[in-house]
């Protein structure tokens, strides 16, 4: 089909983004069964984690019914014309009700699960790169008031992604974990799986995908109030609620993020400090392996309260404003400066932000 | 492609390097100068110049030139990369046991080579792809329409062929 070999061909196009990709299918006809081939996604998702020469890490920004993808990278190397793209409306949300504010669930392989309705099990699963959805039927359970926890994460063992629901609730002035089921990307069901724990509250519903488990922020009943002291994870190969990964100290405020091929933590250790800390790791569950990137002073930031979406770039780090809805900000620790990024939005405080990574991942 | 440059011509420049320890006879190092695509100056020695084949046959033709050489298929970043592997590629001729334990350079200038052609074509149409790697488009246009319409946001903002 071209004078170039077959396996050259294919490490060329590992390093196209997708939109690039999906044009390239027009090419000829090996080269949209190529492109379609779940063997050349997933060495494309690889080249795009671990390629030091290529940016495919973006922002999710849902502010209902607006969404919007930033290439945070290229906005803190300054590129700001193409940092900030305006995604169309998926095709599987529901756009139902004025008021509906759209939560981000869970973010794995370049999908992303999004609640947009007032039911919160009215969700759907969205390749933001690929613009393919897919809306999600409903699970059997019946969510407490409290509130739930989701994740969305892959299974190597069965090639598959999972999404991961389970009830918050409080139950005898303990709280508790309840009722876990789980969605299969291939069966397109829901069914129950075991465990409750108890003695346990989650900070930030929408766990992390790390390490083939998905993790949450906790704290423990038996600690001190304010304490953010366990990282509580989900085996997602073997839907289990496993035991706790290690933190380097205890955070009376904190968020969970991913950069890369490592887990990071920010956070302010106590209510009084003037400056939060981001803490990144690479090996799992070794508390030693956690170090400390940065101390960034909070009068360098624009912050009323906690960010819900945090990420380390190459540079520094990105977090949402929420003095000025649908403005990002940038910290560059080097240049000790803070940049303002403006994402589209209708001026609606309520919205939501993920990090992903730009894939092919399919939801056929 | 011998055209004259704005930039100044290095060829016959005779500097001697800084003698090495254990190298016999320190020979003065004829230079050569490459200019790429982005107009970016690469000052190598002719050794070096001489593993690439287009600087090869440009000296062919023109054996005592004393111009730039231009590289319009390649920018800098990659061309660095490139220069940096030929020269390693020179020493190891010159030492076969080193070369031996350091026979990953090779993938490594493969994948640098393979991302340099993927910027190329990031942007580019499917029309320029299909031209760039002489590939014959097998679709019907009833299919070919079919595809594009399918995913058209994916054609906008193509760069002129």
């Known amino acids: 089909m071209s004078k170039l070999p077959q396996d050259i061909i294919v490490d060329i196009l590992t390093y196209l983004p997708v939109k690039s990709l999906v044009r390239l299918r027009c090419v000829c006809k090996p080269w949209q069964s190529l492109i379609s081939d779940p063997r050349f996604v997933k060495l494309h998702l690889k080249r795009a984690i671990e390629g030091n020469n290529i940016n495919r890490q973006r922002l999710l920004v849902a502010a209902e019914p607006l969404y919007s993808s930033v290439d945070f990278e290229a906005a803190s190397d300054g590129d700001d014309v193409n940092a900030v793209m305006e995604l169309p409306y998926p095709s599987a949300a529901s756009r139902t009700e004025s008021f509906a504010f759209a939560s981000i669930r869970g973010s794995c392989d370049g999908l992303v699960c999004i609640r947009n309705g007032g039911d919160v099990h009215d969700m759907f699963l969205w390749n933001p790169s690929t613009r393919e959805s897919k809306k999600l039927p409903k699970p059997s359970s019946s969510v407490q008031k409290d509130g739930f926890l989701t994740g969305l994460g892959y299974d190597s063992t069965i090639d598959d992604y999972k999404l991961v ?31 409750i724990h108890s003695g346990i509250t989650l900070e930030g519903c929408a766990g992390v995908f790390w390490n083939g488990a998905l993790h949450w922020l906790g704290k423990q009943e038996t600690g001190a109030d304010h304490d953010v002291d366990v990282i509580f994870s989900l085996d997602v190969a073997q839907e289990k609620f496993m035991g706790f990964v290690p933190l380097p100290s205890h955070f009376c405020t904190a968020v969970l993020s991913i950069s890369g091929n490592c887990l990071c933590i920010f956070g302010k250790l106590h209510p009084d400090e003037s400056y939060f800390e981001a803490w990144i790791t690479s090996e799992y569950g070794v508390k030693t392996s956690w170090r400390r990137r940065y101390a960034i002073p909070f009068d360098r930031l ?11 770039t190459k540079k520094g780090v990105l977090m949402d404003h929420h003095g000025c809805p649908g403005t990002l900000q940038l910290y560059d620790p080097v240049e000790d400066a803070t940049k303002l990024l403006s994402v589209k939005n209708n001026r609606d405080p309520m919205y939501d932000s993920a990090v992903y990574t730009e894939s092919l991942v399919s939801l056929g | 492609m011998s055209s004259s440059t704005d930039s100044p011509t290095l060829t016959t420049e005779t500097t001697q ?24 100056i690469f000052e190598v020695e002719e050794a070096v110049a001489m593993e690439f084949a287009t600087v090869k046959s440009f000296f062919e033709d023109s054996p005592s030139s004393t111009d730039t050489v231009p590289l319009p298929n390649v920018t800098a970043k990659p061309l660095s990369q490139v220069i940096e592997f030929c020269k390693e590629q020179i020493k190891f001729k010159a030492n076969p046991d080193e070369a031996q334990k350091k026979k990953y350079h090779s993938e490594d200038l493969l994948d640098v080579l ?48």
């Open chain 1, 165 to 195: 629901i389970a009830c918050l609730t409080t139950a005898n002035g303990s709280h508790q974990i309840m009722a876990p089921e789980v969605f299969t990307l291939k069966t397109n069901s829901w069914r129950r799986i075991q465990g």
């Open chain 1, 302 to 312: 624009y912050m009323d309260y906690f960010s819900t979406e945090m990420c380390l």
């Open chain 2, 17 to 40: 390097l800084s003698p090495q320890p254990d190298t016999e006879t320190a020979q003065p190092t004829k230079k050569i100068t490459l200019k790429s695509s982005d107009n970016q």
């Open chain 2, 114 to 161: 393979n991302q340099a052609v993927a910027d190329r074509i990031e942007n580019k149409s499917v029309e320029y792809v299909r031209g760039f790697f002489g590939i014959d488009n097998d679709f019907t246009a009833e299919e070919e329409a079919a595809l594009r319409q399918e995913h058209a946001w994916a054609y906008e903002g193509v760069d002129e062929d």
